[in-house]
């Protein structure tokens, strides 16, 4: 609708400007910057969901149940850390909806167009579900957060794919952004306006992969928006559904072609327009060209001792080969997406199968 084009423009001047484009999600002063942005922009201000409140209420709560929390507010009670990073880490959770069309109020499946999905909208009931009826995927969540607590300072593939954006510090709080609970259900056109610069303030992609969420729309777009805002966003964590924290100590490597959402999968076929647009905003990102990552090292804003490292110590940034190897260009059906799942070395399930 028009609140969605609207604010979409307003979003996409945001993501260009240089007030957002010279901090980054990386240090503290950088976050809080860019999170201050979206009142100052006339956008909705983001809100995420603590891993202890999921853990709290062991389900995904809707957003009408007011779980979930400001996160500029969260990440200004978290506080930094010596090095100035921020001490609350935002994962963006990408996945595919396991009941879109469940009517928990007529207690069935109501799918687009039909005189079921009619009436639940004349009586004002919600419609869908991300999760089933035994909340697995809360639980996996959960589980998630336990096992990325566990081996953040500890798992030298985490700090090997993602050297800038996990704090080494006991006081680290884990929150996610999950549309369910994140975006308002009952009105949602301002935050998927907004949802590219929701994107852009979160740390690292955390998505639930499955054959069928590679193949839709929402899930490839969100991923798109992840390579083109995001700072760690070429690299995401992938987790399998019913996901367990069995002491993981590796992350497994597997590569995939960063999809073209305008050809994926929908349960409302009249979301293709806004898929269509939010791609457009992705693909013209600025975010991750050589000249942004050279002028912000060049304005690092952790500070000075970190700014004499980048652009004194390593010789102007290495005359620049440090920014072209963080730069990056967005283009669906080509780029590619590093997966990284967490997993057993090839010793660990060697010594297993010989005790087995």
Request: charged share 20%; with cysteine.
């Amino acid at each position: 609708g028009t609140d969605i084009w609207y604010g979409g423009a307003k979003c996409e001047a945001m993501l260009a400007s240089s007030e957002w484009n010279s901090t980054d999600t990386t240090s503290f002063k950088g976050l809080c910057t860019r999170l201050r942005q979206f009142k100052a922009r006339g956008l909705p201000s983001m809100r995420v969901l603590s891993h202890e409140k999921l853990r709290e209420l062991k389900r995904i709560p809707r957003s009408s149940e007011n779980h979930q929390e400001d996160a500029l507010a969260a990440v200004e009670c978290c506080g930094e850390d010596q090095a100035g990073d921020p001490l609350a880490l935002i994962f963006f959770f990408s996945h595919r909806w396991r009941r879109p069309n469940w009517c928990e109020g007529l207690r069935k499946d109501v799918p687009w167009g039909s005189a079921e999905r009619k009436e639940a909208q004349v009586r004002d009931m919600p419609v869908g579900d991300p999760d089933d009826a035994a909340h697995d995927k809360a639980r996996a969540l959960i589980e998630f957060g336990d096992w990325f607590q566990t081996h953040r300072m500890s798992n030298p593939d985490i700090a090997k794919y993602f050297p800038r954006s996990v704090p080494y510090d006991y006081n680290v709080k884990v929150f996610f952004w999950i549309d369910w609970c994140c975006t308002n259900q009952d009105a949602p056109g301002p935050d998927m306006a907004a949802l590219p610069a929701y994107v852009g303030a979160c740390k690292l992609m955390l998505a639930e992969w499955t054959e069928e969420y590679s193949g839709r729309a929402w899930c490839q777009v969100e991923l798109l928006m992840g390579y083109g805002f995001m700072s760690g966003g070429d690299n995401v964590l992938a987790i399998a559904p019913g996901f367990q924290n069995r002491n993981q100590g590796v992350l497994s490597l597997n590569t995939a072609t960063l999809p073209d959402p305008s050809a994926g999968a929908l349960s409302n076929p009249s979301d293709m327009d806004v898929i269509r647009a939010l791609k457009a905003v992705a693909e013209r990102s600025t975010s991750f060209t050589c000249g942004r990552a050279c002028a912000h090292q060049c304005s690092c804003d952790r500070g000075p001792f970190f700014w004499v490292m980048y652009n004194v110590a390593c010789c102007c940034q290495w005359c620049g080969i440090m920014a072209c190897q963080q730069a990056r260009t967005v283009r669906a059906g080509a780029s590619t997406l590093k997966l990284l799942s967490p997993g057993f070395s090839a010793q660990y399930q060697a010594t297993q199968n010989t005790m087995a």
